[in-house]
């Protein structure tokens, strides 16, 4: 902590690990810090460390999957983020933020099937360019689907982000998103 004469300023790593005014260690479960009017750059800096946190000492995946749509939706306002799971060969809905959503995605079909096939993130600046996109909503316009991998290096799930605006997405968000998600893959 710095007196700075009328102000008082905090690292981000007190902020994180305690509350300001009690000195109390933060609970991660009630506190989320999201730096405000930052590029997304450092929006994924500041909360990565804290869904670490968030999912180290939670087992269960479903809670942890909702949970990081919980903080992706409130740090970046997406339109829809949510997971689709690999279960049997097609990918099935997860835990998501946003509007409802197709409950089945075949491999190789829309931009999810297709990430999951070829096994690579896909960023889509243009919904409508894209073959064979499945619109879950007509408000949808670009979009960035990231595989997430367990040990074996198989496909466990897809992370799949949609943004109302063209263009929405670029390599930054595709490094931001990977990082948070290797964090998930070490529990995997
Ligand atoms: N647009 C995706 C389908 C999932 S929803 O957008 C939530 C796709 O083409 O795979």
Redesign the pocket.
Known sequence: MEQNGNYVTFSLEYLLAFHPLTNEPNRMAEVLIIPKGEARKYVYEAITPQIEALISDESDLIANLANITAVLKEAFQFF?V?FYIAKEGELVLGPFQGPI??TR?KPGK????TAYSQKQTIIVPD?DQFPG????SSD?KS?I?IPVFNAKGEVAMIL?V?SDKLSDFTQEDALGLQKILAVLEKKL
């Open positions: 829809w949510g959503a197709c995605i829309g931009v999810c099937g919904v996109h499945i619109a879950c949808s979009e689907v799949d949609d």
